[in-house]
C-alpha cells in the first residue's frame, strides 16, 4: 500500500542542490521517514531517516515538516554520480519488513 | 566490511526448472531479508530471517519459493518449478539488530537478475 507520494522524475544540474519532495500525509506518530537511492544495476543504498527533526549526515539533509506530513531530501551539490532512482519509505523505525518502497524518484543530474 | 554478496549475478533459465540463489550477509549482522524487484518498481519483501530463523514470509512468497539460512550465516533462495513471472531481480540485504546494539539500516547485495524463457 502506497504511502509515499514522490515525483516520477526530477532534473538537476551538476553542482546545484538537488530537493526531492515526499508526501507522506498518513504518516503515523512512530514512523520514521527513511530515504534510499539505487544506482542503476545495483542494490538499494541507504542515505538517511529521521522521525521529525531535521537531520544531516555526509551525504545528504532531510528536512521534515512541523506537521510530519511530508519532507524534502536535499543533496547540497549534486554530481553524475547521483543520478539514480531515490525513494522515501515511512515505516517504523528498523521494521524493514514493513517497508513499501514504491517507484520512487528519478533523478537525472545533468552536466 | 565487505558488503553483502549474491551470487550468481545473472541467471537464465526456462520455463518449469529449478533455481536457487545464494545470499551472504555482512558478518556479524545477524538479521537477512530476501526482496524482488521487477522493471519499473522499487523491491518488495518476501521474507527475513533473525539469525537461524526464519520470522515472516509475505503473500508474495508461494508454495513454489524455498528460503533457508541454515547456519545463520549465509542464505539460500529457490524457486521450484520456475515462471515467467519470476522473472525479476532477488535482492538480499542484512543487517544488524538488537536490544544492546547498534541497529543499522539495510545493506543490499546488487542481487541476482533471473530471467525465466
Known amino acids: 500500500d502506497a504511502k509515499t507520494t514522490q515525483p516520477t522524475s526530477m532534473d538537476c544540474a551538476e553542482g546545484r542542490a538537488a530537493n526531492l519532495p515526499c508526501n507522506h500525509s498518513?504518516?503515523?506518530?512512530?514512523?520514521?521517514v527513511y530515504w534510499y537511492r539505487q544506482i542503476h544495476s545495483q542494490g538499494p543504498q541507504y542515505i538517511i531517516h529521521?522521525?521529525?527533526n531535521n537531520e544531516t549526515n555526509e551525504m545528504a539533509s532531510l528536512i521534515i515538516t512541523e506537521d510530519r506530513k511530508s519532507s524534502t531530501l536535499i543533496l547540497p551539490h549534486a554530481t553524475l554520480r547521483d543520478t539514480a532512482v531515490y525513494y522515501c519509505i515511512v515505516g517504523p523505525l528498523y521494521n524493514f519488513n514493513k517497508f513499501y518502497f514504491g517507484s520512487g524518484t528519478k533523478l537525472n543530474v545533468k552536466p | 566490511d565487505t558488503g553483502v554478496s549474491q551470487d550468481p549475478r545473472h541467471k537464465i533459465t526456462k520455463r518449469g526448472q529449478n533455481v536457487t540463489f545464494r545470499c551472504d550477509p555482512i558478518?556479524?549482522?545477524?538479521?537477512l531479508y530476501w526482496y524482488r524487484q521487477t522493471l519499473g518498481q522499487g523491491p518488495e519483501f518476501l521474507t527475513y530471517?533473525?539469525?537461524?530463523?526464519?520470522?515472516?514470509k509475505s503473500r508474495l512468497l508461494s508454495d513454489r519459493f524455498s528460503a533457508e539460512r541454515p547456519k545463520g550465516s549465509f542464505s539460500t533462495l529457490e524457486i521450484q518449478r520456475t515462471e515467467q513471472g519470476d522473472s525479476a531481480m532477488y535482492l538480499c540485504?542484512?543487517?544488524?539488530?538488537?536490544?544492546?546494539?547498534?541497529?543499522?539500516?539495510?545493506?543490499f547485495g546488487n542481487g541476482t537478475r533471473l530471467t525465466v524463457t
Open positions: 530471517f533473525q539469525n537461524e530463523a526464519q520470522l515472516e
Open positions: 558478518s556479524e549482522h545477524n538479521r
Open positions: 498518513t504518516i503515523s506518530g512512530n514512523e520514521y
Open positions: 540485504a542484512s543487517r544488524l539488530a538488537g536490544q544492546r546494539s547498534y541497529n543499522s539500516p539495510l545493506h
Open positions: 529521521g522521525l521529525k
